[in-house]
T-cell receptor, first 115, second 109 residues
């Protein structure tokens, strides 16, 4: 069974640009979550999608948005990039059999550098 | 506010035992997770505790005390491949995961 796939692996952008990151979950998983990871900080929750609907959202500005397609693949978009957006963006999928003990399967992430 | 505390870095010797602590203050509690993350790789699930006590899984064990807001991950017979960051996360009353900053574990020969 293929794991969670994130593309691209690395990305370099300049301030003010926008970027789109892609995530393909494990086959059969309908829940996809996005996290931002920076050195010294815990994973910061961005949002979660389930069956094409945003089910949960973290405390990030509106420049961060996402969507999920009917095949459960998800994209995350960041507009008007700022230097502080430089981070590893992780996507995780789960089978969503229930809210408890729902372990996440993570992709290797997209390392975004904003210059 | 919600808070998860873990030591930033720990060092241990190959073959020894190490205990990584995690304390938390969250709005409600629906379980505590431990994940392992090797440098440049995806975090992978290690354990889940929702009831007090010790859960053992091979060389790794995880303990929870809900009354103290405390958990630890115990790694026995350390191997070089155990060098990684260990992430503690708590599921709050809204079923959202709150993550600690992670503990970088360095294993020396």
């Amino acid at each position: 069974k293929a794991g969670v796939t994130q593309t691209p692996r690395y990305l370099i952008k300049t301030r003010g640009q926008q970027v789109t990151l892609s995530c393909s979950p494990i086959s059969g998983h309908r829940s996809v979550s996005w996290y931002q990871q920076t050195p010294g900080q815990g994973l910061q929750f961005l949002f979660e999608y389930f069956s094409e609907t945003q089910r949960n959202k973290g405390n990030f500005p509106g420049r961060f948005s996402g969507r999920q397609f009917s095949n459960s693949r998800s994209e995350m978009n960041v507009s008007t990039l700022e230097l502080g957006d430089s981070a590893l963006y992780l996507c995780a999928s789960s089978s969503d059999r229930g809210p408890l003990n729902e372990k996440l399967f993570f992709g290797s992430g997209t390392q975004l550098s904003v210059l | 506010g919600q808070n998860i505390d873990q030591p930033t870095e720990m060092t241990a010797t190959e073959g020894a035992i190490v205990q990584i602590n995690c304390t938390y203050q969250t709005s409600g509690f629906n379980g505590l997770f431990w994940y392992q993350q090797h440098a440049g790789e995806a975090p992978t699930f290690l354990s889940y505790n929702v009831l007090d006590g010790l859960e053992e899984k091979g060389r790794f064990s995880s303990f929870l005390s809900r009354s103290k807001g405390y958990s630890y991950l115990l790694l026995k017979e350390l191997q070089m491949k155990d060098s990684a960051s260990y992430l503690c996360a708590v599921m709050d009353s809204n079923y959202q995961l709150i993550w600690g900053a992670g503990t970088k574990l360095i294993i020396k020969p």
